[in-house]
């Protein structure tokens, strides 16, 4: 199944100061704790392949953390601000993939980053089976997503309208995942979980490793 225009188009339109925007969106105290959780995932040996980078603010958190980093979307505008701003690490490539379908040889990577994108594609199942598919056996998943589960009401609804009075609509596919309904995904294509938990105290984000096994 391959990505839809309607996905990579909507995106499109929003790369131009992403990240900003994003921030304002979510905040930035959930970044900070994301990213504490992200660092402690990876470690210098990881060839590592990341799905959905967008204009590639994760990516820029964990690129000193592994050897090699292929990130990738399927938004040329957001390949573009993402090359713009890894220009300066020379262990990071950025190009040009579908998550559902991508170019890769099987059991290519050590690893698979996928931050915000499974609760906006519109079949989570297929991308994690692509992340099946390209993982070396004993190679693991990292998944993040922000989501407004288990949120207090007033500060989902404030997240909701900084999300409209930036972006104005909401993408064409989603969901408001829960660390179950997450973790269920991510069995279903055929991965062992090994963490899944909810980060954050206003806005929430879900974390999940998941492992390949034989």
């Known amino acids: 199944m391959p990505g839809s225009k309607e996905e990579y188009m909507y995106w499109g339109e929003r790369a131009h100061g992403h990240e900003n925007n994003y921030l304002y969106i979510v905040g930035p105290t959930i970044n900070q704790k994301l990213k504490s959780w992200l660092l402690a995932q990876f470690r210098d040996t990881y060839q590592v392949l ?57 059991n290519t990577f050590d690893a698979v980053l996928m931050t915000n994108l499974l609760h906006i594609v519109k079949d989570p199942v297929t991308v994690m089976k692509e992340s099946h598919r390209v993982i070396k056996c004993d190679g693991r998943a990292v998944i993040v997503d922000v989501t407004g589960y288990k949120m207090p009401f007033f500060k989902k609804m404030g997240m909701v309208f900084r999300y409209m009075r930036t972006w104005h609509r909401p993408p064409p596919h989603g969901m408001n995942p829960s660390p179950g309904k997450l973790a269920t995904i991510v069995k279903k294509a055929g991965f062992t979980v090994e963490e899944s938990k909810l980060l954050g105290k206003d806005t929430k984000a879900v974390c999940i490793r998941a492992r390949k096994v034989k």
């Open 50 to 106: 990341e799905l959905g980078c967008g204009s590639g603010n994760y990516t820029r958190m964990v690129a000193n953390r592994v050897k090699q980093l292929t990130a990738t979307d399927l938004a040329p505008e957001m390949v573009e601000e993402a090359q713009n701003k890894l220009g300066g690490y020379g262990n990071v490539e950025v190009q040009i993939q579908d998550c559902y379908n991508t170019s890769f040889e099987d």
